[in-house]
């Protein structure tokens, strides 16, 4: 489990992290989301080591993240970069010595993870000779090789067709099935509303709501759409019921707490016909656009 | 109620992390900096433009040394037309003279009929020089260039033979006539190096600093920026500590800078034996032990400042730039080295990448007492180790600057 306590970060003046906590539990797929700004890639880089914090602390299993953890730790920075020149397997296998495997360990770890990414008939070309796609593979395999205890991804959709983005998704899946906390940035909303177990959304610099995507759509604005017959006008004239919007037939209201809609459907049922009372949930993309937009 | 409680000792708390992660691995235990050198080696070693250019200044080498082959092997043999016996007993004794006086000189007779004869050999080319007797004595004949070694030898040998006839006449012998004419040549010190020598030496182990200057700073430099450049720094120092990476570079390219100036120095080495000029070589390698002892540390040195110079670079078009004060640099102590005497010299001898030359050339003098190269060598060491925690935090901090080369001064106002 990875927890950031009160993380800060000052360039100069400037605070691109400002007390940021959140926990990445293990066996979760985490997702950070945030504008750009928001400070998401300076807080990996502090996870990852790469980046001094200012204040606070990073734990690891309860212990304050050391560099010989973080060793252990799978990183795919927000700039890509691997070496041009050295071929797909040499590259992979230095990484993975570095990260502290012996020699055999990581050839062994590299050729499983280039036949698993289909690259297997690329392994001793150059990088540079690679096609974009491929390239971004071998980035991914750079930050999965030598069995990280956690993954730390930042964007790592971005540039990926829907078929990769699946195949992405689907290895990192086979990680938390294993129990590794995973924990990666992405703008694309709907599909971190997809995959992920738990958000943590950052603005300027601050954490704005953390829970599970089900908890954070909850926190928005629940509405309910009433679907009924003739005249909606009387709906004005209830407790607590706030009108969104009312045409002939149909209503968009909002609700002061529960039990209010119990009344409404009483009264409402009382009136006539019901075709539809249900409840409109806002996407993780709502909540998060209402959020950011103050 | 009386209970009895035993006391047990607490449970000594379980120090190994519970959870899913870090499974002890005792793989995980190899020096970083090696694995990084390792790679530096490897990748250095398959480059095309490394391997072409070593190969080129070996060629270049081994094309000086075989023309100084092919000139030593023109000069000091000639050919000289002359007429009669007389004048070839002086051209064999003329040989001999030579010989004597150590220096390897050839005289091929060329025997002619006549005067006239000898004059067209020596305006055809076909000889160096012609020996003619004439009313004064002997007359050497050029065409267009005084030949220096037949007019020194020949000379000596007709004067030799004039002076004994003119002894003989007077009624006495060479011998008497030179009696008291020798000079004796004494050394005082003997055992110790000749000045000569010590110059020579440091002329050598100076140019050899400069070029390894030249050969080693580029290119580490150049391996240095290569993770920013690339981007690829950030899992790198993810997973290890900078210092490590520096360190492993660091050692990749000064090892293999120091074999590329092993395999020069030999190609040199081997041309001048083949050249016949044994004699130089091992006036070179009289003083060899601490010339090589400071020109090792010298390097190192100066690979650490190379590596300062990549470390600020953000690109390799920056690297022309933050190294042009370092190889200046180079130059001056270079130039200060071979040319510094005195208490300059004394001075520069404990100055790191100065003492590279300068204290060397004083304790092959016999200018030190023991402590001074000791203390020399621990002031380097000490550079090296100061110069490397300083380029690692430059490094460090300039490892999210990609908008262009910093200021010395600017990466160390950064902050982590």
């Known amino acids: 489990m990875l927890e950031l306590d009160h993380v800060v970060r000052r360039f100069g003046d400037r605070c691109a992290v400002d007390h940021v906590s959140f926990r990445v539990d293990d066996g979760r797929m985490t997702g950070f989301v945030g504008g750009n700004g928001a400070g998401k890639t300076t807080t990996m880089r502090m996870i990852m080591g790469v980046l001094a914090l200012t204040d606070g602390e990073i734990r690891w299993n309860g212990a304050p993240a050391t560099s010989q953890a973080r060793r252990g730790f799978g990183y795919m920075p927000e700039e890509r970069g691997l070496y041009p020149k050295q071929p797909v397997l040499n590259q992979l296998v230095y990484l993975g010595r570095l990260r502290g495997l012996s020699a055999q360990a990581a050839h ?95 603005a300027a610099g601050r954490v704005l709501a953390t829970g599970t995507a089900e908890s954070l759509r909850r926190r928005g604005r629940v509405r309910h759409r009433l679907v009924g017959h003739g005249d909606m006008t009387w709906l004005h004239g209830v407790d607590g019921v706030r009108v969104i919007s009312a045409a002939p037939g149909t209503a968009l209201l909002e609700l002061a707490t529960d039990d209010v809609a119990d009344r409404l459907l009483t009264q409402a049922l009382s009136r006539g016909p019901v075709r539809e009372f249900a409840e409109i949930v806002p996407s993780v993309a709502d909540v998060f656009r209402e959020m950011t937009a103050a | ?49 490394f391997i072409v250019s070593t190969l080129v200044t070996l060629a270049l080498i081994i094309g000086a040394v075989g023309l100084q082959v092919y000139l030593a092997s023109t000069m000091g043999k000639i050919s000289v037309a002359a007429v009669g016996t007389e004048s070839t007993q002086l051209i064999k004794q003329a040989e001999i003279l030579a010989d004597q006086a150590g220096q390897d000189v050839t005289i091929t007779l060329r025997a002619e009929d006549s005067a006239a004869q000898v004059r067209d050999a020596v305006r055809s080319g076909d000889v160096e020089a012609g020996l003619v007797r004439t009313d004064q004595g002997w007359t050497l004949l050029g065409n267009t260039d005084r030949d220096d070694t037949a007019a020194t030898w020949i000379g000596a040998a007709v004067q030799a033979a004039a002076l004994e006839a003119n002894a003989t006449a007077q009624g006495t012998s060479l011998d008497a006539l030179t009696q008291g004419a020798t000079l004796q040549h004494t050394l005082l010190s003997p055992g110790d190096t000749p000045r000569s020598v010590v110059r020579t030496a440091t002329f050598f182990f100076g140019f050899l600093f400069y070029l390894a200057a030249i050969l080693l700073g580029t290119s580490l430099a150049t391996s240095i920026v290569e993770e920013k450049q690339n981007r690829v720094v950030e899992i790198i120092a993810s997973s290890v500590r900078l210092r490590d990476l520096l360190i492993g570079k660091i050692v990749g390219s000064t090892t293999l800078a120091l074999a590329q100036m092993l395999a020069f120095t030999a190609a040199a080495a081997i041309g001048l034996v083949a050249a016949g000029e044994s004699k130089t070589l091992s006036q070179v390698t009289a003083g060899l032990g601490w010339f090589l002892v400071y020109y090792v540390v010298g390097i190192v040195v100066l690979a650490c400042v190379f590596a300062a110079a990549g470390a600020i670079a953000s690109r390799s078009e920056d690297i022309q730039s933050t190294t042009t004060p370092v190889t200046a640099i180079t130059a001056i102590v270079f130039i200060a080295g071979i040319s510094a005497s005195g208490a300059a010299q004394t001075i520069l001898s404990f100055v790191p990448l100065a003492s590279t030359i300068t204290m060397p050339t004083r304790i092959v003098a016999g200018d030190t007492t023991w402590w001074e190269p000791a203390a020399s060598l621990a002031v380097s060491v000490a550079a090296a180790a100061l110069i490397i925690l300083a380029s690692e935090r430059i490094y460090r901090r300039a490892l999210m600057q990609t908008g262009g080369k910093l200021s010395f001064r600017q990466a160390l106002k950064l902050t982590d």
């Open chain 1, 108 to 202: 062994r770890s590299a050729t499983d993870l280039i036949e698993r990414l289909a690259l297997a008939d690329k392994r001793d070309e150059r990088l540079e000779a690679l096609s974009l796609g491929n390239q971004q593979r071998v980035q991914i395999a750079a930050a999965l090789i030598g069995e990280p205890q956690l993954l730390v991804l930042d964007e790592p959709f971005s540039g990926l067709d829907p078929h990769a983005v699946d195949s992405m998704a689907q290895l990192l899946r086979e990680h938390t099935a294993r129990g590794i906390p995973v924990l990666f940035s992405s703008h694309q909303l709907e599909l971190v509303e997809r995959l992920c177990d738990d958000l943590v959304i950052q």
């Open chain 2, 1 to 49: 109620m009386s209970t009895v409680t035993t006391t047990k000792p607490a449970p000594t708390p379980d120090l190994e992390p519970t959870g899913p992660e870090t499974p002890p691995a005792p793989e995980r235990r190899e020096a970083a900096w090696r694995i990084v050198t390792a790679r530096e080696i490897t990748v250095k070693l398959r480059d095309r433009g």
